[in-house]
């Protein structure tokens, strides 16, 4: 079932912002409704390019299965848009939320925002590309230190990472989305969609293989007895005695 709801669109010459309200979004109530989004922005020749504005999204759900995941990924919705993405987010970008920006092109962000992967303390993993794409952002040490610690990185921190392209006060957000997206559609739109295929091509080949790896390894994480014990210990709020590795 999908709802229309958290999903509005403004179209303007040559682009459209794509807003997702609602705290928390469900990507299998959504995602159909995306798909045809996706499908519109890649037909009609009139959009030169798209800005998500994330703004007012708090959390994206986790998926508790492998096919669940396999059937809503949002990071191969947004892989699969030929035209510039800009991402715009504002507050705690965390876990799906920050998986879902990892594939846009250009992200801006709020001063007052925060960004975290803290997924493994939930029991799970990151996924839906994150371990693909995160790594070709900020490198492999920095991503392996995002992912495995849990950490929270300001926005400030976020840019020095390369995570985020800019950063601006909050009352200037939405002014710089149209801002960069007004600079795109002045460019050949058939030149910067090149640019972009040329610039993705040999990443989006591997990201692809990767996150079929990657979703094999979550279903595996998802029946293991690790995720169990640690579930079960969470419920009796005592620490697992030990993990193993089946």
């Known amino acids: 079932m999908s709802d229309k709801n958290q999903i509005s669109i403004k179209k303007y010459d040559n682009y459209i ?12 109530q959504i995602y159909h409704d995306l798909v045809s989004v996706v499908d519109e922005i890649n037909t009609n020749k009139n959009i030169w390019a798209v800005g998500f504005d994330l703004r007012s999204t708090k959390q994206i759900s986790n998926m508790e299965s492998a096919e ?29 939320l920050l998986e879902f920006i990892l594939p846009m092109d250009y992200r801006i962000a709020g001063t007052n925002s925060s960004f975290k992967m803290s997924q493994m303390f939930q029991e799970k993993m ?6 693909q794409l995160l790594p070709r952002i900020i490198g492999l040490n920095k991503s392996k230190e995002m992912m495995m610690f849990g950490g929270t990185y300001d926005s400030s921190q976020a840019y020095n990472l390369g995570l985020i392209n800019l950063v601006v006060d909050k009352t200037k957000l939405e002014s710089s989305l149209f801002t960069k997206l007004d600079l795109l559609v002045k460019q050949s739109p058939l030149a910067i969609q090149f640019t972009k295929s040329a610039i993705n091509f040999n990443s989006n080949t591997n990201t692809v293989r990767g996150m079929d790896m990657e979703n094999d390894l979550y279903s595996i994480l998802l029946s293991s007895k690790d995720r169990k014990k640690s579930i079960d210990a969470i419920k009796s709020k005592n620490k697992p005695n030990s993990f193993s590795s089946e």
């Open 17 to 28: 912002v794509v807003s997702l309200n609602g705290n928390v979004i469900r990507p299998e």
């Open 68 to 96: 669940h995941l396999l059937n809503y990924s949002m990071t191969s919705l947004i892989l699969n848009i030929k035209k510039p993405v800009i991402g715009l987010v504002n507050g705690e970008v965390s876990n799906r």
């Open 126 to 131: 990151q996924f839906d590309g994150a371990t």
